[in-house]
């Protein structure tokens, strides 16, 4: 009986602790999506300044594809860009860009200079589509299946490592599905 | 009188309202909802502000949403339900009493009545084993007899 006087704090003290390591392990900013495995919310986004077609959720549908938000004023997105300028290269998927909060021609500019992997692009000026989607950061990217139904949310950056060992295998069996 | 004022400022903190002019309701009564509601919400980017005290652009776009749904007629739980449905319980500051936040509500609780139990038990524990404790066997008292003479 003693014993257990001792004995109890320090388990209490591991169970505590426990919860607070694995607590260090995880991501913060890893907010999980709302979106998953529901249909893309409904919207039909103009052009960005200076390019032509707009973006709306019908254009998304009939095959699986990456749904890309992204900014000229995001500094991740940049890192992102080689990346996805790869994939489309490659004809890997298709990705639709949702240029967000950008200043009218500031997204044009940036695909200019840096290369378009985009589809097509929506403008979302006023953020709206992207509280739809419960975007909380940019770049963010939705991998959406054939029948346009989310299955998957990625924040922050793509990766090659991320492309190759977690999208592709993913894109695959969606696409077999 | 100085000192006061400098204590004052050092311990009375106002919570920063980041919220805009050109945000703001006219009406007064349904800015002071908004406000409130504000002052719940998470700012996803931040995390640790509400979006009432966030200058986060996507904080500031809440703040709009919040209002445009309010001018709409939404009342309160309408405005957090459209905002939880996109952003989940996580953009609650408050969690929600459920299932997956039990742990979180009662542990406290569950903490404090532990330690005052193991407090009870402890304290009676000792004063039992002092009432308990028997008188020393003719060996013992021997024993303590000859130590003590030794030491002198």
């Given amino acids: 009986m003693r014993r257990i006087v001792f004995i109890f704090p320090i388990l209490v003290f591991a169970v505590v602790g426990a919860f607070f390591a694995y607590g260090l392990t995880r991501d913060p900013s890893?907010?999980?999506?709302?979106?998953?495995?529901?249909?893309?919310?409904?919207?039909?986004?103009?052009?960005?300044?200076?390019?032509e077609k707009g973006l709306s959720t019908e254009d998304i549908k009939g095959e699986?594809?990456?749904?890309?938000?992204?900014?000229?004023?995001?500094?991740?997105?940049?890192?992102?860009?080689?990346?996805?300028?790869?994939?489309?290269?490659?004809?890997?998927?298709?990705?639709?860009?949702?240029?967000?909060?950008?200043?009218?021609?500031a997204g044009k500019a940036w695909l200019d200079r840096?290369?378009?992997?985009?589809?097509?692009?929506?403008?979302?000026?006023?953020?709206?589509?992207?509280?739809?989607?419960g975007v909380t950061g940019a770049p963010e990217t939705?991998?959406?299946?054939?029948?346009?139904?989310?299955?998957?949310?990625?924040?922050?950056?793509i990766t090659e490592q991320y492309w190759t060992n977690t999208l592709a295998p993913l894109i695959e069996e969606l696409r077999r599905s | 009188m100085r000192l006061f004022f400098l204590l004052a400022a050092l311990f009375v903190s106002v919570s920063a309202f980041a919220a805009e002019p050109d945000e703001l309701l006219d009406d007064p009564a349904l800015e002071a909802r908004a406000q409130d509601l504000d002052e719940h919400l998470r700012c996803v980017v931040c995390q640790s502000q509400s979006?009432?005290?966030s200058n986060a652009p996507l904080a500031k776009d809440l703040r709009?949403?919040?209002?445009?749904?309010?001018?709409?007629?939404?009342?309160?739980?309408?405005?957090?339900?459209y905002i939880v449905e996109r952003y989940g319980d996580y953009v609650l500051l408050k969690p929600p009493v459920q299932g997956n936040t039990l742990f979180l509500w009662a542990f406290p609780a569950a903490a404090l009545l532990l330690g005052a139990a193991g407090g009870f038990f402890f304290l009676r524990g000792s004063k039992k084993a002092i009432a308990a404790s028997a008188p020393l066997s003719a060996d013992d008292e021997d024993d303590v007899n000859r130590i003590l003479k030794e030491r002198g």
Wanted: some cysteine.
């Fill in chain 1, 30 to 51: 890893n907010i999980p999506s709302q979106l998953i495995d529901r249909p893309l919310p409904e919207f039909d986004l103009p052009a960005i300044q200076g390019m």
């Fill in chain 1, 64 to 105: 699986v594809a990456l749904v890309n938000v992204f900014g000229s004023w995001c500094v991740s997105c940049h890192v992102e860009h080689p990346v996805l300028m790869e994939l489309s290269k490659a004809g890997a998927v298709p990705i639709y860009g949702l240029n967000w909060k950008d200043e009218p021609g």
């Fill in chain 1, 114 to 133: 840096y290369g378009n992997p985009y589809d097509l692009v929506g403008d979302d000026q006023a953020g709206r589509v992207a509280i739809d989607l």
């Fill in chain 1, 142 to 157: 939705f991998v959406v299946d054939r029948e346009g139904r989310v299955r998957f949310k990625v924040t922050g950056p």
């Fill in chain 2, 51 to 53: 979006i009432a005290e």
């Fill in chain 2, 64 to 81: 709009i949403l919040v209002r445009e749904r309010i001018s709409q007629g939404d009342s309160d739980e309408e405005v957090i339900d």
